[in-house]
């Protein structure tokens, strides 16, 4: 579902079926060129409104561009137009492509003399981001990794879970679906411990 208080992605770029939504920021006052690119790359289940604070405070020092997007399949990227039996594919391999194709498409991939930006990646985004500089040689100026599994297995037993009997959780009511995840959004920030009056969420220090 798209956030409705997420702000606009107005660019578009096509790859294999998606319709990945972007967004770049580029100051007037200091020569664009003598700027560095910040890219900033979400992970699940979230989108690009998640750095929305800290690419604003980034961008108000008047010394950095920013580049902003939706994964495939998620937030304003969840367009798909494949042909025949084609299906969506919002894998981790998919998603390392896609980076490294917007950023070729961006001139901010590192090669052939292009920009090389500073990675800021959360959660799966560290993966996907390091696939695109091992595997799709993009190069990077800084490589930022935010709470990232970056080694097979990952996710805890809900994850393992979910992934093993999908169908099960395809099937759960909205109101239940939603209540879970919004207890795996909120676990990104508190612990909780049991009591006699249930679960009581600590903030994370």
Known sequence: MTDPC????PHVFSYRGWSIRY????????????KHWVVFVHGTPWSSSVFRPMSDALYATGRLNIMLYDLAGYG?????????????????KTQGEALAALL???QL?????STQPH???????????LR??????CEYRSLCLLDTN????????????????FHVFEQLPVGVFEGALRAIIQSALYRYRESNQGLIWQKKT
Do not use: M
Request: overall charge negative; charged content about 20%.
């Open 132 to 137: 695109a500089h091992l595997l799709h040689e």
């Open 76 to 92: 304003q990227s969840q367009n798909f137009s494949g042909q025949g039996s084609s299906e969506p594919d919002a894998s981790v």
């Open 6 to 9: 997420s702000f606009n992605l």
């Open 23 to 34: 967004l770049t920021r580029q100051g007037d006052e200091t020569p664009t060129l003598q």
């Open 104 to 106: 070729d498409h961006l």
């Open 109 to 113: 991939s590192g090669r052939n003399g």
């Open 150 to 165: 970056c080694v097979l297995p990952w996710g805890d037993t809900l994850y393992k879970l979910v992934r093993s009997d």
């Open 119 to 129: 990675i800021v990646a959360h959660d799966i985004a560290g993966v996907i981001s």
